[in-house]
C-alpha cells in the first residue's frame, strides 16, 4: 500500500540517512519498513528494478531513494555509496545486509562455482560495502552486518554459506576497530531460522530428500521458544543496533534466533 510506512518525526531515528543493501528481500523489506516507520530516509540498494521500485512505491518517494547495484562489484557498491552521499549528505546508518544461501551440498559435491559465488556476494560484498560507505558515513554512526547463526556454528551440507558467514564476523571485528576513532559503531545482526523465502528454498530441498514437514519439525527441536523468526522481529533489532539506544554497543553479535543457538 503506497505511503503506508509513513515515517515520523519523533521516532528512533528521526532525522537520520540509512543506506539497505538487498533492500528487496524479506530483511531488507522489513528493516527498511522499521526504519522508514521510525524516522529515517533511506537509501535501498538491490538488483532487481522493479522490486525496489515497488518498496519505494509502498515507502513513499519522499522518505525512500532507490539504486540498482551488484554487491559484489567495486564499482557498483562506490556508486551507490557516492550516490547516498549525493542524496543525503553523510550517512548515519549503513545495513550491510545483501547476501545468497547457495546450494546444499556435501563439501565433495560442492559446485565450485557456486561456492565462489556466494563467497564473493556475501564476504566481498560485505567488504566492498564497509570499504566504500565509511568514507560517506558520519561520525557515530552505526553499521550492522547481516550474518547468521550460520557463522556461529557448522552446517551440514551448507559449506559456502557457513563459512562466508563466519568471515562476515570476522570483517565486523575489524571494521569495529578502524571504525572506533570516529566513533563509528559496528555489530553483525545474527537471524536464526526466518520466515522467509530463503528458508522455504532450504527446507523443500531437505524434504525433498526425506518427507514433507521433515526440515520444520527438525529445526522446531532446537528453537526453544517454539516458532520461526519474522522478519520483523529481526527488524526491531536491527533498529536498535542503528538507533542511540546501542550507542555503546560495538564489535558485538546480536543472535535474533528464539533460542536455536542455545
Keep these: 500500500m503506497p505511503g503506508s510506512s509513513v515515517s515520523t518525526s519523533s521516532g528512533r531515528l528521526a532525522g537520520k540517512t540509512a543506506l539497505l543493501t538487498g533492500?528487496?528481500?524479506?530483511?531488507?523489506?522489513?528493516?527498511?519498513?522499521?526504519?522508514?516507520?521510525?524516522?529515517?530516509?533511506?537509501?535501498?540498494?538491490?538488483?532487481?528494478?522493479?522490486?525496489?521500485?515497488?518498496?519505494?512505491?509502498?515507502?513513499?518517494?519522499?522518505h525512500a531513494l532507490s539504486f540498482v547495484a551488484d554487491v559484489k562489484v567495486a564499482k557498483s557498491v562506490a556508486a551507490y555509496a557516492k550516490f547516498a552521499q549525493s542524496q543525503y549528505g553523510p550517512i548515519d546508518v549503513f545495513f550491510n545486509n545483501a547476501g545468497i544461501e547457495g546450494p546444499l551440498a556435501h563439501i565433495t559435491e560442492f559446485p565450485e562455482d557456486e561456492f565462489d559465488e556466494v563467497m564473493a556476494v556475501n564476504v566481498r560484498g560485505v567488504f566492498l560495502g564497509m570499504k566504500y560507505m565509511l568514507p560517506v558515513m558520519r561520525d557515530g554512526g552505526s553499521a550492522i552486518i547481516t550474518s547468521s547463526v550460520a557463522g556461529q556454528c557448522g552446517s551440514p551440507q551448507f559449506?559456502?554459506?557457513?563459512?562466508?558467514?563466519?568471515?562476515?564476523?570476522?570483517?565486523?571485528?575489524?571494521?569495529?576497530?578502524?571504525?572506533?576513532?570516529?566513533?563509528?559503531?559496528?555489530?553483525?545482526?545474527?537471524?536464526?531460522?526466518?520466515?522467509?523465502?530463503?528458508?522455504?528454498?532450504?527446507?523443500?530441498?531437505?524434504?525433498?530428500?526425506?518427507?514433507?514437514?521433515?526440515?520444520?519439525?527438525?529445526?522446531?527441536?532446537?528453537?526453544?521458544?517454539?516458532?520461526?523468526?519474522?522478519?520483523?522481529?529481526?527488524?526491531?533489532?536491527?533498529?536498535?543496533?542503528?538507533?542511540?539506544?546501542?550507542?555503546?554497543?560495538?564489535?558485538?553479535?546480536?543472535?535474533?534466533?528464539?533460542?536455536?543457538?542455545?
Aim: glycine content about 8%; hydrophobic content about 45%.
Design 159 to 262: 559449506v559456502a554459506y557457513t563459512a562466508s558467514k563466519h568471515a562476515e564476523i570476522g570483517i565486523m571485528r575489524s571494521a569495529a576497530m578502524d571504525a572506533a576513532a570516529r566513533r563509528i559503531r559496528v555489530n553483525s545482526l545474527h537471524p536464526g531460522m526466518v520466515e522467509s523465502p530463503m528458508l522455504s528454498r532450504i527446507t523443500s530441498v531437505i524434504d525433498g530428500g526425506t518427507h514433507a514437514g521433515f526440515a520444520k519439525s527438525h529445526f522446531m527441536t532446537r528453537i526453544l521458544l517454539g516458532q520461526y523468526v519474522s522478519p520483523e522481529q529481526v527488524a526491531q533489532s536491527a533498529l536498535f543496533l542503528a538507533s542511540d539506544d546501542s550507542a555503546m554497543i560495538t564489535g558485538t553479535q546480536l543472535t535474533v534466533d528464539a533460542g536455536f543457538m542455545t
Design 23 to 62: 533492500a528487496t528481500g524479506a530483511i531488507g523489506c522489513a528493516v527498511a519498513r522499521a526504519f522508514v516507520k521510525q524516522g529515517a530516509r533511506v537509501v535501498l540498494v538491490a538488483r532487481n528494478e522493479d522490486k525496489l521500485r515497488a518498496l519505494v512505491t509502498e515507502l513513499g518517494s519522499e
